[in-house]
C-alpha cells in the first residue's frame, strides 16, 4: 500500500504563485512515475504534470511554462510550483504514484484545494 499526502492548496490572487507538496509513504518501488492531476468542478480529472524515476517530465498544455514538477526520491516527494496562476487553475489537486512495473495500479491522495481568486 502506498498513502500520498498533499499539501500547500489555499486562496491565491490571479498572477501569483503556490507550491503544492505531496510526501508518499509505504510501499514505493522504482522505476515509478508521480505526478499531478486536478479536477475542477463539473470537469473531469486531468493530468497537469508527471515526473518519471530518472528525470523524465511531461506537462499538460495549460501548465507548459507556467508549473514545473519537481521530486526528492530520497524523501519520496513530489512537488509542483506553480506560477502566474489563472482563474482556471481553480480546481483540487491531486498527488499520484504508479509503479510501472504494475501500470494498472494508482495511487491517489485526498487532494488539496486551489482557489485562483482577487
Known amino acids: 500500500q502506498v498513502q500520498l499526502v498533499e499539501s500547500g492548496g489555499g486562496l491565491v490572487q490571479p498572477g501569483g504563485s503556490r507550491k503544492l507538496s505531496c510526501e508518499a509513504s509505504?510501499?514505493?518501488?522504482?522505476?515509478?512515475?508521480m505526478g499531478w492531476y486536478r479536477q475542477a468542478p463539473g470537469r473531469e480529472r486531468e493530468l497537469v504534470a508527471a515526473s518519471y524515476t530518472g528525470g523524465v517530465t511531461n506537462y499538460a498544455d495549460s501548465a507548459k511554462g507556467r508549473f514545473i514538477i519537481t521530486r526528492d526520491d530520497v524523501y519520496q516527494s513530489v512537488y509542483l510550483d506553480m506560477n502566474n496562476l489563472k482563474a482556471e487553475d481553480t480546481a483540487v489537486y491531486y498527488c499520484s504514484y504508479t509503479h510501472l512495473a504494475q501500470p494498472g495500479m494508482t495511487y491517489w491522495g485526498k487532494g488539496t484545494r486551489v482557489t485562483v481568486s482577487s
Open positions: 509505504g510501499s514505493i518501488f522504482s522505476p515509478n512515475v
